[in-house]
């Protein structure tokens, strides 16, 4: 197995990772937000890319996604984690908690970006449960741990939390007050720009996906969300770095005690619709790394 690792906002690099290649790809689906850096944390074989490039180069609307997760399926990662900013839509999830997603509710507006089967060839993975159950408990308990280890525990205290649902808005702009209010009164837990076309990509490439969403901030629904500064937003995300980095230190470490006995490694059995007969050459040389071993 090999751990893929996606930063977001802030992220841009790995601490302890001893870089061995710097790799930059081209894909079918065009190029990655930047190189990939392959090299291992602890013994283990990582391969990160930071999703917004290099010095936060690309808005969240402009992120090629698919070349993104490709990219890594080439390299031959198994699992990717990743971390992302979010803004807060209930009380009971303040700055700096961290939380592990299990759910998403999409508003975007490019999911024709969001799957590697167009153009010739059609299929319907089950994204009922979009995150990899087994991979997600893990990062969960190494939350757990880099939280306490870095503020300690009790009341009023940032904590990790084991499921929440992310709305994935379109960006770049944030909501207006209108959408926001309406986010939290329909139970949703948070809000950001990136992480459910990872999540849809990955599943179609057979890849366990978890993503760690980092509280920066109260969405504008909340009254008091004009007394945040961007000053105050900028101290909680390099807060959010430090445990970010302390979460994957602590995943390293167990990366090889998952026995991979998950449904993803099995995502696309029975889902290509398409005839066998009209699958064309070039779709098969375009998806032989992603779906190859159905064709």
Known sequence: MKLGVIGGSGLYSIEGLQIKEKIPLQTPFGKPSDAYLSGSIAGLEVVF?????????????????????YGMKKLGVTHILSFSAVGSLQGHFPPKDIVIIDQYFDRTKQSENHTFFRNGIAAHIPFGD?????????????AQKAVAAIYGTGEGKPKAVNGGTYVNMEGPAFSTKAESKYYKACGFDLIGMTSLAEAKLSREAEICYSAVAMVTDFDCWHSDHDSVTVDMVVETMKSNIRTAKEILSNAVKVFKTLTRNCPCPHALKGAIMTSKDKITPEIKSRLDIIAGKYF
């Open 130 to 142: 979009p995150i990899c159950p087994e991979f997600k408990n893990l990062i969960f308990k190494e």
């Open 49 to 69: 890319l930071p999703r917004h490039g290099e010095g936060h180069t690309i808005s969240p609307s402009e992120i090629n996604h698919r070349a993104n997760i």
